[in-house]
Each structure stands twice: as structure tokens, then as C-alpha cells.
């Protein structure tokens, strides 16, 4: 329910440097100075729903984002739901969102040439992430310049 044109738009997360998470979008096409925007997300089934603390405010002092600390997502669940009100009327919700990693570097990456086979061997770890166990998930390209 709610007037048409109030939901927001582009609603995206992502996730940077393991444990930190913005979330942003765009107000509604209809959207006045006055509509206000909530964001309640809950990280895992186990987990009370809460408010974002750590809203990013557009030059209308309206909410267009969020910023989260210490972020964990089990299983792959993550539940969200944006709400709020202009001029005492509801605002449409939506249900559209998309929730992405920014993969730090892999870690303890080592080389290994030797001169007289004219080879190289490199190995390294998976990068740390908020919630991917399976480092089969990973591919990798190895970019090699000579210089």
C-alpha cells in the first residue's frame, strides 16, 4: 500500500573490507521534501530486525542510505525492508534489492621463479569475506608483466 511513485528505487548494499556495509538508493519519483525513508534490516533468521543507526541524508535531510559496522550475513540470508512516510501517508515498499561484495586482494600471495626451468609458481589464499565459506567460489586471472 501507499501513493504511487513513493517506493524507493535502486535499493543496493554492498559489502567492502569484510565488515563494513552501505546500503543506498534513490528516492521515489514522487517522493516530496517531506518523505522520509527507514531502513530495518536483520542479518540472520537468528536476529532481532533493528533500524540503521548511520543514515547518509540527501540536501533535504531525506534518507538515501545507511552505513553498517561489524556486518556478518549467515547462509547467504539477509533480510531488508525500507518504510516511511510523507505527510503522515504511508510510502509503497518495495521488495527489489541487490547485495554485492567488494573482494579485498588474496592474501600471502608468493612467487617462485627459477632461472633455469624459465618458471614461475605462485600461490596465494582466498580473500577474506563477510560470508562466503568455499574457496571453490573463486576464480582468479593472473595478469604477469614483464618489465
Known sequence: TGMNG??????VCV??????????????RTATEDTQ???YWRPSKKEDVTECQNYI???YGRHTGC??????IENNYAYFLVNGSRS????????????AEKLTPP???TVNCTEASHRCSIWWQPPLTSHVRKS????????????
Not at 552505513?67 to 556478518?72: G, K
Open 6 to 11: 513513493t517506493a524507493i528505487e535502486n535499493f
Open 15 to 28: 559489502i567492502f573490507n569484510v565488515s563494513f556495509m552501505n546500503c543506498t538508493w534513490h528516492v521515489g
Open 37 to 39: 525513508y527507514s531502513l
Open 57 to 59: 541524508k540527501d540536501n
Open 67 to 72: 552505513q553498517f559496522q561489524n556486518v556478518t
Open 88 to 99: 503522515g501517508q504511508n510510502i509503497q515498499s518495495i521488495s527489489d534489492f541487490i547485495i
Open 107 to 109: 592474501l600471502n600471495v
Open 136 to 147: 571453490s567460489c573463486f576464480k582468479y586471472k593472473i595478469v604477469i608483466e614483464n618489465k
